[in-house]
């Protein structure tokens, strides 16, 4: 049977957590999917640990298929997946992240009874996770007026139509953390959205987006300026209020 969607993970010195990633995967009650790992050379015990999950992944009928080799960061790995991919959807999954165990099922049956009116990306509720414990649930519903000044929805686990990569490109490079906004900012108004009502992943509170924030915030207002065409003058008055805001933050906690 040929797989309609494709979950690519990069990782990285990922030792501590790439276990509980392939364990999402590989206990998915819907195993009709591909999975496409890009290891960036990673140094430590990372690659042992895939190597050892590798003939659990074809005893459960999963197409699992993995490269290690230098890389200049997340998008790039990324980029190399989207050139491996089979499938007609692709989701991003971090190496510290998990899906849930019916997230391909509850992907798939969305897929198989939504109507004909073209679809770009499929977004989902997300729990943000720190200590074990769910912190955050984003659950965002898309609209331009909203997307256009920050990113409300969740990128992990979500689903993108193979067919937005042919139109409007692979990820830009250059962008070391909100690559994935800038990505989806390239349609505009035009981007089309599905939203499924469920939680399908839950994404691990620490990551690069969450330890950098000053440059999550330079990069989000490069991206709103220069591909959605963002006012100047709005883009800098909202990068210095989500800073205010994030250090506000950090006092209160």
């Known amino acids: ?143 331009w007026k909203i997307f256009k000044n920050h990113m409300n929805i969740a990128h992990v686990g979500a689903l993108h139509n193979m067919k937005y990569f042919n139109t409007y490109g692979v990820f830009d490079e250059s962008y070391k953390i909100t690559g994935d906004y800038e990505l989806l900012l390239r349609a ?6 599905l939203y499924l009502d469920k939680v399908t992943a839950q994404m691990a509170y620490g990551g690069i987006s969450t330890t950098n924030e000053r440059k999550v915030f330079l990069e989000t207002l490069r991206a709103k300026r220069e591909t959605a065409q963002v006012n100047a003058l709005i883009c800098w008055f909202d990068f210095y209020i989500a800073l205010f805001k994030f250090k506000i933050k950090n006092v209160i906690n």
């Not at 790439?18 to 140094?43: A, P, V």
């Not at 659990?56 to 997340?74: C, L, P, R, V, Y």
């Not at 798939?108 to 200590?131: A, G």
């Not at 505009?188 to 959205?193: R, V, Y």
């Open 1 to 143: 049977m040929n797989e309609i969607i494709s979950v690519i993970t990069a990782s990285y010195n990922s030792e501590k957590t790439i276990s509980n990633t392939l364990d999402s995967l590989i206990n998915q009650t819907n195993k009709n999917f591909e999975f496409i790992l890009i290891d960036g050379n990673s140094k430590d015990s990372t690659l042992k640990i895939v190597k050892q999950y590798e003939q659990a992944f074809h005893q459960k009928g999963i197409n699992f298929k993995w490269i290690s080799e230098q890389d200049s960061g997340i998008y790039a790995a990324w980029n190399k997946g989207l050139k491996m991919v089979k499938g007609e959807w692709v989701s991003f999954l971090g190496s510290d992240d998990i899906l849930m165990p019916t997230a391909i099922d509850d992907y798939s049956n969305l897929i198989q009874n939504q109507s004909s009116k073209p679809i770009d990306l499929i977004h989902s509720k997300v729990e943000v996770v720190k200590n074990n414990k769910v912190i955050k649930v984003i659950d965002g519903l898309w609209s």
């Open 188 to 193: 505009k108004d035009q981007l089309k959205c």
